[in-house]
């Protein structure tokens, strides 16, 4: 065990030996908005989680073997409920509500990557994750969270397990959840394939097999936990496709044993169509990467034929390709695109969309990708920040409209008033963890 305080700050590693080195206030990024905190305050914190953490745990042997979906896991950290509560306090000065959060911790957690087997156009591929599993005995709910957009191979979240939204989720294990972190198809162990943007078979294939091969991870001999087989999932901007998108899956398309609880979708695009029509009328947007980043995922993937000069002008087609090799961020792609919609999508697209025979792969794939209201049982809600100018607040309430136009009783729509895409993103997700808790 190491006695040094350590952290991801903007994907650098820090090692702090004495509280005279964080004398200082930083902010802690992250991809869907930022987390300002004292860092002297969370630097005590942690110190309290280095002293209480527990040291390496071993791997059983021949644990495999029996398994059908899981294929091998890694021991990151260990939480004491203590250092969980101090930690959530420091968000709990910036977010009221979290205080909720920090009341309801009461178990020791284990965090872990799993590596398991998905499908990948009808291949199977290895996909990874991180598990956090409380380190108790008991029946726990499982908690599946879809993260949002991201295009560089080291924020996925089993290469990042400190960054700040990763660890805030990790943390809320305490509460009494087995929660799971996909990396989706693309990260992790199958970076060497382009993420499928917006892809219903791989998105659902990946975080259903990996709540599979989290169920027989909890058979092994040395976890105390396990599950109840209900599950929450929740979701943010594409995460929060992703879960509708996986709740219409579970609940329409496969056998599972899963009791789906409740799903909470934050800022997702669930019409896609609707979306590229919302972006294309636009003059500015300020998410550019989210069209090239579709259409050439969907291109590698087989689903779009058609060259990038069909879609985007020079040098920007040329350019995509490049762009999305991994080693990039959301804000270096954007950077290297246009926020000038009429700079960077070709005319014929910008006119022509809703009715260009040369388009008409395109808006199959969009329709494809789009997920539709069905009557659903399932507690359901969708939250957006009021002023959202990358994904428009009217996918929320279009969606919410559909749903109640086909008889589903239990779903429910809030607004987030003045929160932009990015600032919405933290107290959507502790209105979810309050409200999952009032299910459990």
């Given at each position: 065990?190491?006695?040094?305080?350590?952290?991801?700050?903007n994907?650098?590693?820090?090692?702090?030996?004495?509280?005279?080195?964080?004398?200082?206030k930083?902010?802690?990024?992250?991809?869907?908005?930022?987390?300002?905190?004292?860092?002297?305050s969370f630097?005590?914190?942690?110190?309290?989680?280095i002293f209480?953490?527990?040291?390496?745990?071993?791997?059983?042997?021949?644990?495999?073997e029996?398994?059908?979906?899981?294929?091998?896991?890694?021991?990151?950290?260990?939480?004491?409920s203590?250092?969980i509560?101090?930690?959530?306090s420091?968000?709990?000065?910036q977010?009221p509500?979290?205080?909720?959060?920090?009341?309801?911790?009461?178990?020791?957690i284990?965090?872990?990557?799993l590596?398991?087997k998905?499908?990948?156009k009808?291949?199977?591929i290895?996909g990874?994750g991180?598990l956090?599993?409380?380190?108790?005995?008991?029946?726990?709910?499982?908690?599946?969270f879809?993260?949002?957009?991201?295009?560089?191979?080291?924020?996925a979240?089993?290469?990042?397990?400190?960054?700040?939204?990763y660890?805030?989720?990790?943390?809320?294990?305490?509460?009494g959840?087995?929660?799971?972190?996909?990396?989706?198809i693309?990260?992790?162990?199958?970076?060497?394939?382009?993420h499928?943007y917006?892809?219903r078979e791989?998105?659902?294939?990946?975080?259903i097999?990996?709540?599979?091969?989290?169920?027989?991870?909890?058979?092994?001999?040395?976890?105390?936990?396990?599950?109840?087989?209900?599950?929450?999932?929740?979701?943010?901007?594409?995460g929060g496709?992703?879960?509708?998108?996986?709740?219409d899956?579970?609940?329409?398309?496969i056998?599972?044993?899963f009791?789906?609880?409740?799903?909470?979708?934050?800022?997702?695009?669930?019409?896609?169509?609707?979306?590229?029509?919302?972006?294309?009328s636009?003059?500015?947007?300020?998410?550019?990467l989210y069209?090239p980043?579709?259409?050439?995922?969907?291109?590698?993937?087989?689903?779009?034929?058609?060259?990038?000069?069909t879609?985007?002008?020079?040098?920007?087609?040329?350019?995509?390709p490049?762009?999305?090799?991994g080693?990039?961020?959301?804000s270096?792609?954007?950077?290297?695109?246009?926020e000038?919609?009429?700079?960077?999508?070709?005319?014929d697209?910008?006119?022509?969309?809703?009715?260009?025979a040369g388009?008409?792969s395109?808006r199959?794939e969009?329709?494809?990708s789009?997920?539709?209201?069905?009557?659903?049982?399932?507690?359901?809600?969708?939250?957006?920040?009021?002023?959202?100018?990358?994904?428009?607040?009217?996918?929320?309430?279009?969606?919410?409209?559909d749903?109640?136009?086909?008889?589903?009783?239990?779903?429910?729509?809030f607004?987030?008033p003045?929160?932009?895409?990015?600032?919405?993103?933290?107290?959507?997700?502790i209105?979810s963890?309050?409200?999952f808790?009032?299910?459990?």
């Amino acid at each position: 065990m190491t006695w040094n305080c350590f952290s991801f700050i903007n994907e650098k590693l820090y090692i702090f030996k004495t509280p005279n080195d964080v004398n200082m206030k930083i902010q802690l990024s992250f991809r869907q908005g930022f987390f300002l905190i004292t860092m002297r305050s969370f630097f005590y914190a942690f110190i309290l989680f280095i002293f209480f953490t527990s040291c390496e745990k071993e791997k059983e042997n021949n644990e495999f073997e029996n398994f059908t979906v899981l294929t091998d896991y890694s021991y990151i950290n260990s939480y004491t409920s203590s250092s969980i509560k101090l930690l959530l306090s420091t968000a709990a000065i910036q977010y009221p509500e979290m205080g909720q959060l920090v009341t309801g911790t009461k178990y020791d957690i284990d965090i872990y990557s799993l590596e398991y087997k998905t499908s990948y156009k009808n291949s199977e591929i290895t996909g990874s994750g991180l598990l956090c599993v409380p380190n108790a005995e008991g029946e726990f709910p499982l908690l599946s969270f879809q993260n949002g957009t991201n295009t560089k191979h080291a924020n996925a979240p089993t290469e990042n397990p400190g960054d700040t939204l990763y660890l805030l989720l990790e943390l809320l294990s305490g509460n009494g959840y087995i929660i799971f972190i996909p990396d989706y198809i693309g990260f992790g162990t199958s970076a060497d394939v382009l993420h499928p943007y917006y892809q219903r078979e791989t998105n659902n294939a990946a975080i259903i097999d990996m709540l599979n091969a989290g169920k027989e991870f909890l058979t092994l001999s040395n976890i105390q936990a396990n599950t109840n087989n209900d599950l929450f999932v929740m979701g943010y901007s594409q995460g929060g496709w992703a879960t509708l998108s996986v709740l219409d899956e579970i609940e329409n398309n496969i056998n599972t044993n899963f009791n789906v609880v409740a799903a909470s979708c934050g800022a997702g695009a669930y019409n896609l169509r609707a979306t590229s029509d919302y972006i294309l009328s636009q003059e500015t947007f300020p998410g550019p990467l989210y069209l090239p980043y579709y259409i050439e995922s969907h291109r590698r993937y087989g689903s779009i034929s058609e060259p990038l000069q069909t879609y985007f002008k020079e040098p920007y087609a040329s350019r995509i390709p490049g762009l999305f090799d991994g080693l990039h961020s959301n804000s270096e792609v954007n950077a290297q695109l246009s926020e000038t919609v009429d700079e960077l999508v070709t005319d014929d697209l910008l006119n022509n969309l809703n009715t260009g025979a040369g388009f008409l792969s395109l808006r199959n794939e969009l329709i494809a990708s789009s997920v539709e209201a069905w009557s659903t049982s399932t507690f359901l809600r969708f939250y957006h920040g009021t002023a959202d100018l990358n994904v428009p607040p009217s996918e929320s309430q279009n969606i919410y409209d559909d749903f109640k136009a086909a008889s589903s009783s239990h779903v429910e729509i809030f607004q987030l008033p003045s929160l932009t895409h990015e600032t919405a993103l933290i107290p959507w997700g502790i209105k979810s963890f309050i409200w999952f808790n009032g299910l459990k």
